[in-house]
Protein backbone atom coordinates (compact mmCIF):
# COMPACT_ATOMS: atom_id res chain seq x y z
CA UNK A 1 0.00 0.00 0.00
CA UNK A 2 0.96 3.20 -0.44
CA UNK A 3 0.00 7.04 -0.80
CA UNK A 4 -0.55 8.57 -3.69
CA UNK A 5 -1.37 12.11 -5.54
CA UNK A 6 -1.84 13.66 -8.40
CA UNK A 7 -2.99 17.60 -9.17
CA UNK A 8 -4.70 19.72 -11.65
CA UNK A 9 -4.93 23.29 -12.51
CA UNK A 10 -3.62 26.26 -14.12
CA UNK A 11 -1.72 29.29 -12.39
CA UNK A 12 -5.25 31.53 -13.82
CA UNK A 13 -7.66 29.14 -14.36
CA UNK A 14 -10.67 28.51 -11.68
CA UNK A 15 -9.12 26.19 -9.16
CA UNK A 16 -6.19 23.78 -8.00
CA UNK A 17 -7.51 20.12 -7.20
CA UNK A 18 -6.02 16.99 -5.68
CA UNK A 19 -6.89 13.40 -4.82
CA UNK A 20 -5.07 12.17 -2.10
CA UNK A 21 -5.30 7.87 -2.17
CA UNK A 22 -4.38 5.67 0.47
CA UNK A 23 -5.02 7.50 4.12
CA UNK A 24 -6.03 5.40 6.85
CA UNK A 25 -9.52 5.79 7.96
CA UNK A 26 -9.77 7.35 11.34
CA UNK A 27 -7.11 9.81 11.16
CA UNK A 28 -8.54 13.65 12.53
CA UNK A 29 -8.63 15.58 9.86
CA UNK A 30 -9.69 19.84 9.60
CA UNK A 31 -10.33 22.03 6.79
CA UNK A 32 -8.56 24.57 9.00
CA UNK A 33 -5.24 22.99 9.91
CA UNK A 34 -4.75 23.05 5.70
CA UNK A 35 -5.79 26.38 5.52
CA UNK A 36 -3.08 27.61 8.44
CA UNK A 37 -0.05 25.93 6.06
CA UNK A 38 -1.88 27.35 2.87
CA UNK A 39 -1.60 30.95 4.65
CA UNK A 40 1.93 29.62 5.86
CA UNK A 41 2.78 29.19 1.73
CA UNK A 42 1.71 32.56 1.13
CA UNK A 43 3.54 34.69 3.24
CA UNK A 44 6.93 36.07 3.09
CA UNK A 45 8.92 39.63 1.97
CA UNK A 46 9.58 39.32 -1.92
CA UNK A 47 6.22 38.14 -2.97
CA UNK A 48 4.90 40.11 -5.89
CA UNK A 49 1.24 41.25 -6.03
CA UNK A 50 -0.56 38.07 -6.64
CA UNK A 51 -0.57 37.32 -2.96
CA UNK A 52 -2.07 40.27 -2.02
CA UNK A 53 -4.96 38.94 -4.98
CA UNK A 54 -5.33 35.44 -3.02
CA UNK A 55 -6.10 34.38 0.05
CA UNK A 56 -6.21 30.33 -0.59
CA UNK A 57 -8.44 28.39 1.40
CA UNK A 58 -9.34 24.66 1.23
CA UNK A 59 -12.40 22.90 0.56
CA UNK A 60 -12.28 19.34 1.30
CA UNK A 61 -14.93 17.93 -0.94
CA UNK A 62 -14.23 14.00 -0.26
CA UNK A 63 -13.26 11.53 1.39
CA UNK A 64 -13.73 13.40 5.17
CA UNK A 65 -16.69 12.83 7.66
CA UNK A 66 -17.13 14.58 10.87
CA UNK A 67 -13.59 15.79 11.01
CA UNK A 68 -12.05 12.19 10.12
CA UNK A 69 -11.00 10.32 7.31
CA UNK A 70 -12.80 7.69 6.01
CA UNK A 71 -9.93 5.56 3.68
CA UNK A 72 -11.77 6.32 0.67
CA UNK A 73 -10.00 9.43 -1.74
CA UNK A 74 -9.50 12.88 0.19
CA UNK A 75 -10.35 15.09 -2.73
CA UNK A 76 -9.22 18.59 -1.87
CA UNK A 77 -9.75 22.12 -4.02
CA UNK A 78 -8.26 25.51 -3.60
CA UNK A 79 -10.08 28.84 -5.60
CA UNK A 80 -7.60 30.97 -7.50
CA UNK A 81 -9.51 34.51 -7.11
CA UNK A 82 -7.68 36.51 -9.42
CA UNK A 83 -9.72 33.81 -11.94
CA UNK A 84 -12.32 36.38 -11.75
CA UNK A 85 -9.52 38.72 -14.36
CA UNK A 86 -8.93 35.87 -16.21
CA UNK A 87 -12.16 34.15 -17.77
CA UNK A 88 -11.58 34.62 -21.28
CA UNK A 89 -8.38 34.51 -21.55
CA UNK A 90 -8.34 31.19 -19.73
CA UNK A 91 -11.45 29.93 -20.22
CA UNK A 92 -12.24 26.13 -21.95
CA UNK A 93 -14.48 27.03 -24.31
CA UNK A 94 -13.51 28.35 -27.86
CA UNK A 95 -12.95 32.44 -28.05
CA UNK A 96 -15.35 34.20 -30.89
CA UNK A 97 -12.44 35.85 -33.12
CA UNK A 98 -14.20 39.32 -32.30
CA UNK A 99 -13.14 38.83 -28.41
CA UNK A 100 -10.02 36.96 -29.20
CA UNK A 101 -8.64 39.95 -31.05
CA UNK A 102 -9.70 42.17 -27.91
CA UNK A 103 -8.12 40.01 -25.37
CA UNK A 104 -5.41 37.60 -26.49
CA UNK A 105 -1.95 38.55 -26.03
CA UNK A 106 -0.09 35.73 -27.48
CA UNK A 107 3.50 35.27 -25.48
CA UNK A 108 6.47 34.63 -28.25
CA UNK A 109 9.62 36.48 -26.06
CA UNK A 110 10.48 33.11 -23.97
CA UNK A 111 12.11 34.07 -20.70
CA UNK A 112 15.41 32.42 -19.68
CA UNK A 113 15.48 30.03 -16.77
CA UNK A 114 11.61 29.28 -17.26
CA UNK A 115 9.99 26.54 -18.60
CA UNK A 116 8.58 28.45 -21.56
CA UNK A 117 10.77 28.20 -24.74
CA UNK A 118 11.21 24.24 -24.03
CA UNK A 119 7.67 23.54 -23.10
CA UNK A 120 6.69 25.11 -26.11
CA UNK A 121 8.86 23.00 -27.84
CA UNK A 122 8.05 20.05 -26.46
CA UNK A 123 3.99 20.55 -26.58
CA UNK A 124 4.16 22.52 -29.57
CA UNK A 125 2.62 25.93 -28.04
CA UNK A 126 3.24 28.89 -29.96
CA UNK A 127 1.30 30.95 -27.24
CA UNK A 128 4.32 29.72 -24.37
CA UNK A 129 1.33 31.25 -21.96
CA UNK A 130 0.10 27.28 -22.65
CA UNK A 131 3.28 26.89 -20.92
CA UNK A 132 3.79 29.19 -17.82
CA UNK A 133 0.02 28.56 -16.79
CA UNK A 134 0.91 25.06 -15.75
CA UNK A 135 4.45 25.06 -15.07
CA UNK A 136 3.81 28.10 -12.77
CA UNK A 137 4.83 27.14 -9.03
CA UNK A 138 0.69 28.40 -8.12
CA UNK A 139 0.83 24.71 -8.35
CA UNK A 140 2.60 24.25 -4.98
CA UNK A 141 -0.72 25.49 -3.28
CA UNK A 142 -2.03 22.44 -3.44
CA UNK A 143 0.78 20.35 -2.89
CA UNK A 144 1.07 22.60 0.54
CA UNK A 145 -2.73 20.89 1.27
CA UNK A 146 -1.40 17.66 0.81
CA UNK A 147 1.50 18.18 2.59
CA UNK A 148 -0.64 19.56 5.49
CA UNK A 149 -3.04 16.51 5.15
CA UNK A 150 0.58 14.22 5.34
CA UNK A 151 1.84 16.50 8.47
CA UNK A 152 -1.56 15.78 10.34
CA UNK A 153 -0.67 12.03 9.65
CA UNK A 154 2.65 12.36 10.87
CA UNK A 155 2.15 14.78 13.88
CA UNK A 156 -0.51 11.74 15.59
CA UNK A 157 2.77 9.81 15.40
CA UNK A 158 4.87 12.36 16.95
CA UNK A 159 6.54 13.10 14.24
CA UNK A 160 7.40 16.91 14.16
CA UNK A 161 8.81 18.73 10.76
CA UNK A 162 9.89 22.47 9.92
CA UNK A 163 11.10 24.25 7.02
CA UNK A 164 12.78 27.29 7.36
CA UNK A 165 15.32 30.13 5.62
CA UNK A 166 19.14 29.59 5.75
CA UNK A 167 20.61 31.64 3.15
CA UNK A 168 19.14 34.86 0.59
CA UNK A 169 21.01 36.66 -2.02
CA UNK A 170 24.46 35.21 -0.34
CA UNK A 171 23.38 36.42 3.37
CA UNK A 172 23.94 33.06 5.41
CA UNK A 173 21.65 33.03 8.33
CA UNK A 174 24.26 32.22 12.05
CA UNK A 175 23.76 28.24 13.55
CA UNK A 176 21.50 28.99 16.50
CA UNK A 177 21.03 26.28 18.73
CA UNK A 178 17.41 25.25 19.73
CA UNK A 179 15.49 22.80 21.26
CA UNK A 180 13.36 21.65 19.28
CA UNK A 181 11.43 21.88 15.35
CA UNK A 182 8.68 23.08 17.28
CA UNK A 183 11.05 25.45 18.81
CA UNK A 184 12.39 26.82 14.90
CA UNK A 185 8.74 26.95 14.23
CA UNK A 186 7.92 29.44 16.57
CA UNK A 187 10.77 31.70 16.03
CA UNK A 188 10.96 31.91 11.93
CA UNK A 189 6.98 31.83 11.52
CA UNK A 190 7.00 35.49 12.56
CA UNK A 191 10.13 36.56 10.66
CA UNK A 192 8.77 38.12 7.19
CA UNK A 193 11.66 35.97 5.87
CA UNK A 194 11.20 32.98 7.92
CA UNK A 195 14.62 33.17 9.15
CA UNK A 196 16.12 32.13 12.21
CA UNK A 197 18.70 35.41 12.78
CA UNK A 198 17.09 38.15 14.00
CA UNK A 199 20.05 40.59 12.60
CA UNK A 200 20.49 38.63 8.93
CA UNK A 201 17.03 39.04 8.76
CA UNK A 202 16.95 42.62 7.94
CA UNK A 203 20.15 42.09 5.38
CA UNK A 204 18.04 39.60 3.63
CA UNK A 205 15.30 42.13 3.28
CA UNK A 206 16.97 44.70 1.84
CA UNK A 207 18.99 42.51 -0.24
CA UNK A 208 15.47 41.50 -1.59
CA UNK A 209 14.56 45.31 -1.90
CA UNK A 210 17.41 45.99 -3.61
CA UNK A 211 17.04 43.33 -5.97
CA UNK A 212 13.48 44.42 -6.90
CA UNK A 213 14.59 47.95 -7.32
CA UNK A 214 16.99 46.45 -9.84
CA UNK A 215 14.60 44.65 -11.80
CA UNK A 216 16.47 41.77 -10.82
CA UNK A 217 16.06 38.43 -8.77
CA UNK A 218 17.53 36.43 -5.63
CA UNK A 219 17.37 32.65 -4.52
CA UNK A 220 18.92 31.19 -1.85
CA UNK A 221 18.70 28.09 0.74
CA UNK A 222 16.17 26.50 2.61
CA UNK A 223 16.52 23.31 5.59
CA UNK A 224 14.10 21.42 6.41
CA UNK A 225 14.17 19.35 9.60
CA UNK A 226 11.77 16.38 10.84
CA UNK A 227 11.95 14.87 14.33
CA UNK A 228 10.63 11.89 15.47
CA UNK A 229 11.17 9.48 12.99
CA UNK A 230 11.85 6.32 14.02
CA UNK A 231 15.18 4.55 12.92
CA UNK A 232 14.65 1.91 10.19
CA UNK A 233 12.07 3.53 8.48
CA UNK A 234 12.80 3.39 4.18
CA UNK A 235 14.90 0.44 2.66
CA UNK A 236 18.61 -0.27 1.27
CA UNK A 237 17.12 -3.07 -0.77
CA UNK A 238 15.98 -1.26 -3.94
CA UNK A 239 17.27 2.22 -5.60
CA UNK A 240 13.30 3.25 -5.70
CA UNK A 241 13.23 2.36 -2.02
CA UNK A 242 15.42 4.80 -0.50
CA UNK A 243 13.97 7.65 1.08
CA UNK A 244 16.29 9.86 1.35
CA UNK A 245 16.52 9.34 -2.24
CA UNK A 246 12.84 10.05 -2.51
CA UNK A 247 13.17 13.01 -0.21
CA UNK A 248 15.92 14.20 -2.58
CA UNK A 249 13.03 14.21 -5.53
CA UNK A 250 10.14 16.11 -3.45
CA UNK A 251 13.02 18.83 -2.84
CA UNK A 252 14.16 18.69 -6.82
CA UNK A 253 10.33 18.93 -7.68
CA UNK A 254 9.94 22.49 -6.16
CA UNK A 255 9.87 24.92 -8.72
CA UNK A 256 13.17 26.78 -9.50
CA UNK A 257 15.12 23.92 -6.88
CA UNK A 258 18.36 22.92 -8.21
CA UNK A 259 20.00 21.37 -5.15
CA UNK A 260 19.71 18.81 -2.19
CA UNK A 261 22.41 18.05 0.90
CA UNK A 262 21.67 15.84 3.88
CA UNK A 263 23.36 17.09 7.39
CA UNK A 264 26.68 18.15 5.94
CA UNK A 265 26.38 17.55 2.38
CA UNK A 266 29.00 19.11 0.14
CA UNK A 267 31.22 19.37 2.84
CA UNK A 268 31.66 16.23 3.60
CA UNK A 269 34.28 15.76 0.36
CA UNK A 270 36.60 18.13 2.25
CA UNK A 271 36.16 15.74 5.23
CA UNK A 272 37.73 12.41 6.32
CA UNK A 273 35.67 9.24 7.58
CA UNK A 274 36.12 10.60 10.82
CA UNK A 275 34.71 13.27 10.79
CA UNK A 276 31.89 12.57 8.68
CA UNK A 277 29.99 9.20 10.17
CA UNK A 278 28.32 9.31 13.47
CA UNK A 279 29.28 7.31 16.11
CA UNK A 280 26.72 4.58 17.60
CA UNK A 281 25.81 4.84 21.25
CA UNK A 282 22.76 3.12 23.28
CA UNK A 283 20.90 3.53 26.45
CA UNK A 284 18.06 1.77 28.07
CA UNK A 285 15.55 4.28 28.39
CA UNK A 286 16.85 6.18 24.62
CA UNK A 287 17.81 2.77 22.43
CA UNK A 288 20.34 3.64 20.41
CA UNK A 289 21.43 7.50 19.49
CA UNK A 290 24.04 9.09 17.98
CA UNK A 291 27.29 11.08 19.02
CA UNK A 292 26.04 13.78 15.95
CA UNK A 293 24.38 13.94 13.13
CA UNK A 294 26.63 14.53 10.36
CA UNK A 295 24.52 12.22 8.24
CA UNK A 296 21.31 14.01 8.62
CA UNK A 297 19.56 11.29 9.84
CA UNK A 298 20.02 8.61 7.13
CA UNK A 299 22.16 5.56 6.15
CA UNK A 300 21.18 3.34 3.72
CA UNK A 301 18.13 4.69 2.10
CA UNK A 302 17.27 4.53 6.01
CA UNK A 303 16.61 6.90 8.91
CA UNK A 304 18.50 6.69 11.82
CA UNK A 305 15.81 7.60 14.28
CA UNK A 306 17.71 11.17 14.56
CA UNK A 307 16.77 14.07 13.32
CA UNK A 308 16.09 14.43 9.07
CA UNK A 309 18.21 17.47 8.41
CA UNK A 310 17.80 18.36 4.36
CA UNK A 311 18.60 21.12 2.50
CA UNK A 312 17.42 22.48 -1.02
CA UNK A 313 18.86 25.32 -2.51
CA UNK A 314 16.78 27.86 -5.15
CA UNK A 315 17.67 29.83 -7.93
CA UNK A 316 16.58 33.36 -8.23
CA UNK A 317 13.18 34.13 -10.00
CA UNK A 318 13.71 33.60 -13.83
CA UNK A 319 11.24 36.32 -14.46
CA UNK A 320 13.50 39.93 -14.71
CA UNK A 321 11.25 43.57 -14.80
CA UNK A 322 14.92 43.66 -16.87
CA UNK A 323 14.73 41.41 -18.21
CA UNK A 324 17.54 38.80 -20.18
CA UNK A 325 18.00 38.91 -23.92
CA UNK A 326 16.06 36.02 -25.94
CA UNK A 327 14.76 35.18 -29.41
CA UNK A 328 10.71 36.27 -30.30
CA UNK A 329 9.73 32.29 -31.79
CA UNK A 330 7.92 33.80 -34.55
CA UNK A 331 10.36 36.65 -36.27
CA UNK A 332 13.88 34.74 -34.50
CA UNK A 333 14.59 38.18 -34.07
CA UNK A 334 16.78 38.89 -30.59
CA UNK A 335 14.68 40.75 -28.04
CA UNK A 336 14.07 41.28 -24.73
CA UNK A 337 12.15 38.49 -22.26
CA UNK A 338 8.69 38.54 -22.04
CA UNK A 339 8.15 40.37 -18.62
CA UNK A 340 5.06 38.43 -16.26
CA UNK A 341 4.21 40.14 -13.05
CA UNK A 342 6.09 37.80 -10.83
CA UNK A 343 8.00 37.84 -7.23
CA UNK A 344 11.73 39.21 -6.87
CA UNK A 345 12.31 36.23 -4.44
CA UNK A 346 10.32 33.01 -2.80
CA UNK A 347 12.72 31.89 -1.11
CA UNK A 348 10.52 32.22 2.39
CA UNK A 349 7.57 30.64 0.70
CA UNK A 350 9.88 27.76 -0.97
CA UNK A 351 11.09 26.37 2.63
CA UNK A 352 7.24 26.35 3.67
CA UNK A 353 6.61 23.99 0.26
CA UNK A 354 10.22 22.23 0.83
CA UNK A 355 8.66 21.21 4.55
CA UNK A 356 5.72 19.83 3.11
CA UNK A 357 6.76 17.74 0.01
CA UNK A 358 9.19 16.40 2.51
CA UNK A 359 6.32 15.40 4.58
CA UNK A 360 4.23 14.17 2.35
CA UNK A 361 7.27 11.12 1.43
CA UNK A 362 7.87 10.69 4.98
CA UNK A 363 3.76 9.91 5.39
CA UNK A 364 4.37 8.08 2.82
CA UNK A 365 7.10 5.58 3.71
CA UNK A 366 5.24 4.91 6.55
CA UNK A 367 2.16 3.62 4.70
CA UNK A 368 4.06 1.60 2.67
CA UNK A 369 6.25 0.06 5.77
CA UNK A 370 3.06 -0.32 8.27
CA UNK A 371 0.16 -1.96 6.69
CA UNK A 372 -2.96 -0.99 8.03
CA UNK A 373 -6.14 0.83 6.56
CA UNK A 374 -6.93 1.94 10.22
CA UNK A 375 -4.64 4.83 11.57
CA UNK A 376 -4.97 3.94 15.41
CA UNK A 377 -3.75 0.42 13.81
CA UNK A 378 -0.77 2.23 12.58
CA UNK A 379 0.17 4.34 15.55
CA UNK A 380 0.24 0.95 17.56
CA UNK A 381 2.17 -0.97 15.28
CA UNK A 382 4.69 2.35 15.37
CA UNK A 383 4.51 2.13 18.90
CA UNK A 384 5.64 -1.41 18.75
CA UNK A 385 8.53 -0.89 16.12
CA UNK A 386 9.82 1.38 18.23
CA UNK A 387 9.73 -0.63 21.38
CA UNK A 388 11.62 -3.31 19.42
CA UNK A 389 14.17 -0.63 18.09
CA UNK A 390 15.14 0.24 21.08
CA UNK A 391 15.41 -3.43 22.02
CA UNK A 392 16.97 -4.60 19.15
C1 LIG B 1 6.93 29.69 -4.29
C2 LIG B 1 7.52 29.96 -5.65
C3 LIG B 1 7.18 31.14 -6.30
C4 LIG B 1 7.72 31.41 -7.57
N1 LIG B 1 7.40 32.59 -8.17
C5 LIG B 1 7.91 32.86 -9.40
C6 LIG B 1 7.57 34.09 -10.05
O1 LIG B 1 6.83 34.92 -9.52
N2 LIG B 1 8.11 34.30 -11.26
C7 LIG B 1 8.92 33.40 -11.90
O2 LIG B 1 9.38 33.65 -12.98
N3 LIG B 1 9.24 32.24 -11.29
C8 LIG B 1 8.75 31.94 -10.07
N4 LIG B 1 9.08 30.76 -9.46
C9 LIG B 1 10.01 29.83 -10.15
C10 LIG B 1 9.43 29.20 -11.42
O3 LIG B 1 8.18 28.60 -11.15
C11 LIG B 1 10.40 28.14 -11.97
O4 LIG B 1 11.67 28.70 -12.12
C12 LIG B 1 9.90 27.60 -13.31
O5 LIG B 1 8.75 26.80 -13.09
C13 LIG B 1 10.92 26.77 -14.10
O6 LIG B 1 11.26 25.61 -13.42
P1 LIG B 1 12.78 25.32 -12.92
O7 LIG B 1 13.31 26.63 -12.40
O8 LIG B 1 12.62 24.31 -11.84
O9 LIG B 1 13.57 24.84 -14.08
C14 LIG B 1 8.60 30.48 -8.19
C15 LIG B 1 8.91 29.29 -7.51
C16 LIG B 1 8.41 29.03 -6.25
C17 LIG B 1 8.77 27.76 -5.54
C1 LIG C 1 0.70 32.35 -7.85
C2 LIG C 1 1.76 31.99 -7.16
O1 LIG C 1 3.06 32.19 -7.55
C3 LIG C 1 3.29 32.58 -8.89
C4 LIG C 1 4.41 31.74 -9.38
C5 LIG C 1 4.89 32.20 -10.69
C6 LIG C 1 5.76 31.28 -11.43
O2 LIG C 1 6.09 31.60 -12.59
O3 LIG C 1 6.17 30.25 -10.91
C7 LIG C 1 4.58 33.46 -11.17
C8 LIG C 1 3.70 34.43 -10.45
O4 LIG C 1 2.39 34.33 -10.97
P1 LIG C 1 1.49 35.61 -11.31
O5 LIG C 1 2.03 36.12 -12.60
O6 LIG C 1 0.10 35.14 -11.42
O7 LIG C 1 1.67 36.61 -10.19
C9 LIG C 1 3.64 34.06 -8.96
O8 LIG C 1 2.68 34.86 -8.33
C10 LIG C 1 1.67 31.32 -5.87
O9 LIG C 1 2.72 31.02 -5.30
O10 LIG C 1 0.53 31.08 -5.37
Not at 88 to 105: D, N
Not at 191 to 198: A, E, G, N
Not at 204 to 213: F, L, P, R, T, V
Request: proline share 4%; charged share 30%; net charge neutral.
Amino acid sequence: MSLRYLTAGESHGPQLTTIIEGLPAGMPLLAEEINQELSRRQKGHGRGRRMQIEKDQAQVLSGVRHGKTLGSPVALVVENKDWTHWTKIMGAEPLEEEVAKEVKRVISRPRPGHADLNGGIKYGHRDLRNVLERSSARETTVRVAVGAVAKSFLAGLGINIVGYVREIGGIVAKDIPVESVKEVAKITEDSPVRCMDKEKEVEMMKAIDDAKENGDSIGGVVEVVVEGMPAGIGSYVHYDRKLDAKIAMAIMSINAFKGVEFGLGFEMARKPGSEVHDEILWDKEKGYTRRTNRLGGFEGGMTTGMPIVVKGVMKPIPTLYKPLQSVDIDSKEPFAASIERSDSCAVPAASVVAEHVVAFELANAIVEQFHSDQYEVLKKQIQEFRQQAREF
